[in-house]
């Protein structure tokens, strides 16, 4: 295949800054440092968020920056789903002279980003990382973009209640605090409505086989009206389909990572699932005509919420270097956490007033037939979200 | 519940089997842990979903996908093990795991980083009653193909005149080239088994997962290591022991461990195979010559 020139220029900028060359930063540019995973376990989540990124950073350069002055530069690292190398990867771009660092989905990542960016206080800020206690694990540089898991929980139950379920198993994995919390935020929120949690299961992540926990849930005295999860690929599938297999007919519930071609690809198997994401593109509405120009401008139709969530972020940035009229990572923070009801492709993003993780509204979606089903957008009230859990 | 736990646990060793043997195969005769196993498996996975979506219907392409497993894992041996030969037992190692992590990036820039769903059949999430229990199609099938595939295995070794050269190899190659046996042929035929057992575990492995994605190879070919070395590194009815062995403790420790000790799971699976190594330090099965080990 041959590169086209920006690819090749992208290629020889991380090349560059690789080598342990700062990119050099001109008055009125701003380098971002994108220390994501476009390999390995997170990638399918990594991958759209940075092109939806990319596609607002061109955006804004046309228009003559971000805050309309500073032409941004993304010194883009790969870091192959790897705690250590993203470790690496953002101290390389942090040396470089990063005002604004970019981590993966994943908190554990950003975490371990966080304890280097905390000390200059860059503000860093996770493409799709929900774990809602990211800021106070590390300090008040760190920003969630998309809902966080406490806020997905609670929607989530109170759709389930309002459906009528009134008993849930859980099924957990102690091995990520999205896999491991999610589900016990969404067992709080139940059980304070009145709904009771029949028993928990405990998986690790990408084991192959489920069996044993079908089983159990199988012999259950009582069975319950509804599974709730927060495993995502390969283990949702791998789940859904042994539970299938063994004739279990309760509906399962996930979150937003099981907004994916893969799993909406599984058809029968996950007809009934609810999950939850940043938005749905209803028709008419602001996501459908952000993913038509995604398409148009990649060439690619866009799998998930997730380029819209990388698209807000550039749009996040935008609006903080224009309140910050600076490239001060220190400024810049303040800014992000003074933005109040921000119009975003999804609707309006909030930090004002936050610990970091912004307030914005979640859409809940059903899969039936094979395809997604809008069921609703909903802000919950801040009393029913559950604080975050240490 | 128990019984159903028991069909459980022997579908799953069954396939840990499989994917042991595969490993154990090429070891016995190369002295090569091939860490890029999984990624024969992980082809053969998407060689399934192409074949499905270009309209075969599923047999043929499961045949298709185990074809793709063989030739891959014979060219893997041509490209990138032949060059190796003689090499002391790191570098072939070490060789391997590059051969692994290369594939992976090139079935996420080739393919997709992002799972691909493969939609099984319905029949095969279909249940079996038996008495008041009912069990899964599923389970059943995976057993049944694993015991042809060892048997097959079995009769191919005992039987035929490469099977024949395939164990003296194990025990000892200079000896048997010697008596004019050619090396290439007996690795190439060790390659081409162990790539046919990778396709039909990554079968059973799709079955029981309705997706293939890069990464998928990673977990078996670390279980089929742990199930090896359990096994005796180089034994082939040890590999089918440690496969059986891990599995049921597997499926017993995640059955019998009560919620709050449940993340241990894993702890205590690899614990309990220390305590193996500790009793039988040259595995369950040794192999008869376990100088390489």
Known sequence: MLLSHPTIGRLVLSAAVTCGLAVPSYAEDILIGVATAQTGGLAPYDQPSLAGFRMAIDE??????????????????????????????????????ASIILTPCDADATIAAGQITVAKRIPTLTFCGTAPVLATAVGDNLFGTYPGDNLQATVIADHAYAKGFRKAYLLVSPDSSYTAQLPEYFAEVFKKKGGTILGTGSFTMGQPDFSAIVTAIK??????????????????????????????TTTVYGADAIGTGTVQGLGKLVDGTVYSAAGYPTPGGALEAFNKRFETTTGHAAESAYEANGYEI????????????????VKLRDAIAGLDKLPIVTGTITYAGTNGMPVRAVSLIEYKDGKPVFIATQTPAAADVPAPAH | ??????????????????????????????????????????????????????????LPAAVTAVAAGALAAVAMERVAFRP???????????????????????????????????????????????????????????????????????????????????????????????????????????????????????????????????MMGFVPVLKAFIATVIGGLGSLSGAVAGGMLLGVMEVALQALLPPSLAPYRDALVLSGIIVVLLVRPNGLIPAVDTARS
């Open chain 1, 60 to 97: 804004l350069n046309a228009k003559g920056g971000l805050g309309g002055k500073y032409t941004a530069k993304l010194a883009i690292k790969d870091t192959r789903t790897d705690t250590a190398a993203t470790i690496t990867a953002v101290q390389e771009l942090v040396d470089a002279g």
């Open chain 1, 219 to 248: 012999a259950l005295p009582e069975q319950p009206d509804l599974i709730m999860t927060a495993a995502y690929e390969p283990d949702f599938p791998a789940f859904i389909q042994q539970l299938r297999a063994a004739g279990v």
């Open chain 1, 314 to 329: 550039g749009l996040i940035l935008d609006a903080a270097v224009k309140a910050a009229g600076s490239t001060d990572p």
């Open chain 2, 1 to 58: 519940m128990l019984l159903q736990q028991v069909i459980n646990a022997i579908s799953l060793g069954g396939i840990y089997a499989l994917l042991a043997l595969g490993l154990a195969i090429v070891f016995s005769i190369t002295g090569l842990i091939n860490f890029a196993h999984g990624e024969l498996m992980t082809l053969s996975g998407y060689a399934l979903l192409a074949a499905l979506m270009m309209g075969m219907p599923l």
């Open chain 2, 84 to 214: 190796m030969r003689g090499a002391s037992v790191t570098s072939l190692l070490l060789t391997s795991f590059a051969v692994s992590n290369l594939l992976k990036v090139v079935f996420q820039n080739a393919i997709s980083a992002r799972g691909k769903p493969i939609a099984m059949p319905d029949w095969m999430a279909g249940v079996v009653p038996i008495g008041s229990f009912t069990i899964g199609v599923g389970p059943l099938m995976s057993i049944a193909v694993s015991a042809l595939a060892l048997l097959g295995l079995e009769l191919f070794l005992r039987r035929t005149v490469m099977g024949a050269a395939m164990r003296a190899a194990a025990q000892d190659f200079n000896t048997l080239r010697l008596v004019g046996i050619s090396a290439n042929r007996v690795i190439a035929v060790a390659f081409l088994l162990s790539g046919v057992l990778a396709g039909i575990a990554s079968l059973l492995w799709i079955a029981q997962r309705a997706s293939v994605d890069p």
